[in-house]
Structure formats: structure tokens, C-alpha cells
């Protein structure tokens, strides 16, 4: 079939828990959204306890980092960093510089996570500065009498409301804000910027009586587990998802004729990007990493779909 997948259904199916599961297996850029008090930023904060322990190599990198900007190094040895800026924070402090050009936060997230709270509050030429490291994992100052460049291969996540109030789509509160008003909020997120975020899922409110259910959850050691794994398949093929070139990417994937041809027309009615495209083929892998597969089936691409729809509604 070539029908569009329930985008509702499938919203709903996968829920945020599954998303960061995937972020922290294929080192994909994740986005929560939803209204205040969902739990968006205690998410974001279980993303190193899942996250594998630092190689030797990695460790050396980023203790390198850490000497550079005048950083104690014992207390965070082999540990993963776990940068979170405040969103006034300006695009020297993010990026680095300065008349002697030292790290900033996206160097000090290096092998790291960067987690942007209150994503729209940050100045768009901020935001917009985080492009290029994005894709080429690294930092370049050029000063007059010298250049500089820093590792930055980090994995953002960030979280935001839906709207200046927060309260777009929450049951518990009414929005007030105006069309106008949200447009402009959400418009402070331009596309390519949402292009390079992987994973966007909205983290709705719950009722009371879901919260107050005890309901059995996962241990960060098991999920864990199931990262590594996948993680170990990954590096088999030479690079993680997330970083895997496009011909590489296709290669691992090996879709058959008609689940490419399904995926091209399903990707034209959402009017997602090449970049999307090659964005959903990743996190579709480490879907099937995750359960084991070879190559994703047509499940893990209608998930992957699943996951790019924060960004289709963002961007009108």
C-alpha cells in the first residue's frame, strides 16, 4: 500500500520513553515538546544514564576539551558531559571565541549531550550558529591573527512549549494566545534547523489518574543494555546512524523497490526534505538495530515518519 500512514495513530503508539531509547542507540538529535510540567526536561536529563560509558580515545578528547577552557578534569573523568546553557546565553558562549578563542558549550558538550531548555527563548542567531557543527561535528574560529578549531560532535536535545503560554493542547489549562502569537513562537525555529533534529515528539500532559497509577518501568541499566547492543551493530557497519554518509546509509538499509517507492510518495505529501528523507532512513536503522533486524522494514519506516511530524506542523 501507498497510503499515508494514521499520523495520529501513529503519535500515539510510540511514546517519548521510546524516542529517547532511540536518540541515546543512534546518537540522534531529539526534540520534546509539550505544555510545562510533562516531564520534557527530567527526559532530557535520563539521556547519559543511558548512554554508553566513554571509549579511552573519547575520554582523552574530551578531557582535552576541558584543559582548553580551564576545567577541573578529575571530577569528570570517562563521564559523558551534560551541557545545559541557560537561553540567554549568547553565541560566543554557545559556540566559543573571543579575543583568545576558547571552547564554548557546544565543544564542552563534545561525545555529550546539549540539552537547550526552552528551545524558541534562545536568540535565532544562536540557534542558527548550531547548523554548521551540527553536520560537520566540529568548530572553526577564524581570527585575524590565528584560527582555531574545536571538536563539537555532540547530540542535542532540546525541549520547548507549544506556544508563548504553554498550554496549546493541554487539557488541564486554556490557551489564550492568539494565532499570530503562536506563529511567531514556533517561526523562531527555522527549518533547516529542524531538518537536523531527528526525533520530534510531542510529550503530551496526563491525566491524574495516570499519574498517580505505579506503573512498572525499565531500569537505565537495562535500556542500557539494549543501546549498547545496538549501538555494537552500528559500529560494525563503521559509523553510528547519525553520522553515517548517505551511500552508506542506503547501502545498510537496502529498501526493496516498493518500500522505496512508498517512502518517496508518502515523504512528497508531507513535503519533507531531501535532508528529512536521509533523517528518517537513520532513525528507521536504529529502530531495527534496536529489535534486532537486519535492514528496516516498513514498521520502523512508518515510526521514523512518526517522528518527523512536530516538524511538518512547526513549519506550516
Known amino acids: 500500500s501507498t497510503s499515508l500512514p494514521d499520523l495520529a495513530e501513529v503519535r500515539g503508539q510510540y511514546q517519548a520513553r521510546r524516542a529517547l531509547e532511540a536518540a541515546a542507540a543512534g546518537s540522534h538529535n531529539l526534540l ?3 505544555p510545562p510540567g510533562t516531564g520534557k526536561t527530567m527526559l532530557a536529563s535520563r539521556l547519559p544514564g543511558i548512554l554508553p560509558p566513554l571509549t579511552d580515545e573519547e575520554a582523552l578528547e574530551v578531557a582535552a576539551v576541558r584543559s582548553v577552557s580551564g576545567l ?6 570517562g563521564r559523558r558531559p551534560f551541557r545545559a546553557p541557560h537561553h540567554t546565553a549568547s553565541a560566543v558562549a554557545l559556540v566559543g571565541g573571543g579575543s583568545k578563542p576558547r571552547p564554548g558549550e557546544i565543544s564542552l558538550a563534545h561525545h555529550g549531550v546539549l540539552f537547550l531548555d526552552e528551545l524558541p527563548e534562545f ?3 544562536v540557534l542558527e550558529v548550531m547548523r554548521e557543527p551540527m553536520e ?3 568548530i572553526h574560529i577564524a581570527r585575524a591573527s590565528h584560527q582555531r578549531r574545536f571538536p563539537a560532535r555532540f547530540q542535542l536535545v532540546a525541549a520547548m512549549n507549544p506556544c508563548p503560554c504553554g498550554h496549546l493542547g493541554d487539557p488541564r489549562q486554556t ?4 494565532a499570530a502569537q503562536i506563529q511567531r513562537y514556533q517561526a523562531r525555529l527555522s527549518g533547516p534547523l529542524l531538518d537536523r533534529i ?3 515528539v510531542e510529550v503530551p500532559a496526563l491525566p491524574p489518574e495516570q499519574l498517580t497509577a505505579a506503573t512498572p518501568g525499565e531500569s537505565s541499566a537495562v535500556v542500557r543494555r539494549r543501546v549498547v547492543s545496538a549501538r555494537e551493530r552500528q559500529l560494525m557497519r563503521g559509523a553510528l546512524n547519525a553520522h553515517l554518509a548517505g551511500r552508506e546509509l542506503e547501502a545498510a538499509c537496502d529498501l526493496s523497490v516498493a518500500d522505496r517507492t512508498w517512502l518517496a510518495q508518502v515523504l512528497e505529501r508531507l513535503r519533507l526534505s531531501a535532508r528529512a528523507y536521509h533523517r528518517v532512513l537513520r532513525v ?3 529502530l531495527a538495530d534496536l529489535a534486532g533486524e537486519p535492514k528496516p522494514a516498513r514498521e520502523q519506516l512508518i515510526e521514523a515518519i512518526g517522528y518527523r511530524q512536530l516538524d511538518r506542523l512547526l513549519k506550516g
Do not use: I, V
Not at 72 to 77: K, Q, V
Open 32 to 34: 520534546f515538546a509539550g
Open 72 to 77: 577541573p578534569l578529575d571530577a569528570e573523568w
Open 123 to 125: 536568540s535565532r542567531h
Open 136 to 138: 560537520s561535528g566540529q
Open 175 to 178: 490557551c489564550h494566545c492568539t
Open 198 to 200: 531527528d526525533l520530534q
Open 284 to 286: 528507521a536503522l536504529t
